[in-house]
């Protein structure tokens, strides 16, 4: 009922900046929280940055004063500009959505996840 389309990723040297994109699509009737994960090589799946229906905020520590989340509501779109990227900052990046759909005739409330986009920031 609902996907989620991911975009931006790529290989940025030190010090560089990337925009991920994560359009949301289907039958969506609202979207609550939207966020960003990321998933390092042998490491566990991460929280990077998740942002409210009313535009509250909350980052990682690793990444607060250099990344930054936004969305457009009418699009159904989330964003992550990620500027000063680290080689630490490697890794796989997902988004997610907390969202109610029409489901038949009624509202269901589910949580989706994009494929993933591969961020690599070489040294």
């Known amino acids: 009922q609902v996907q989620l389309v991911e975009s931006g990723g790529g290989l940025v040297q030190a010090g560089g900046s990337l925009r991920l994109s994560c359009a949301a699509s289907g039958r969506i009737f609202s979207i609550y929280a939207m966020g960003w994960y990321r998933q390092a090589l042998g490491k566990q799946r991460e929280l990077v940055a998740a942002?409210?229906?009313?535009?509250?905020?909350n980052f990682a520590d690793a990444v607060k004063g250099r990344f930054t989340i936004s969305r457009d509501n009418a699009k159904n779109t989330v964003y992550l500009q990620m500027n000063s990227l680290e080689p630490e900052d490697t890794a796989v990046y997902y988004c997610?959505?907390?969202?109610?759909?029409?489901?038949?005739?009624?509202?269901?409330?589910?949580?989706?996840w994009g494929q993933g986009t591969e961020v690599t920031v070489s040294s």
């Open positions: 997610n959505i907390d969202c109610r759909y029409y489901y038949s005739t009624s509202l269901r409330r589910g949580d989706y």
């Open positions: 942002i409210t229906s009313g535009g509250s905020t």
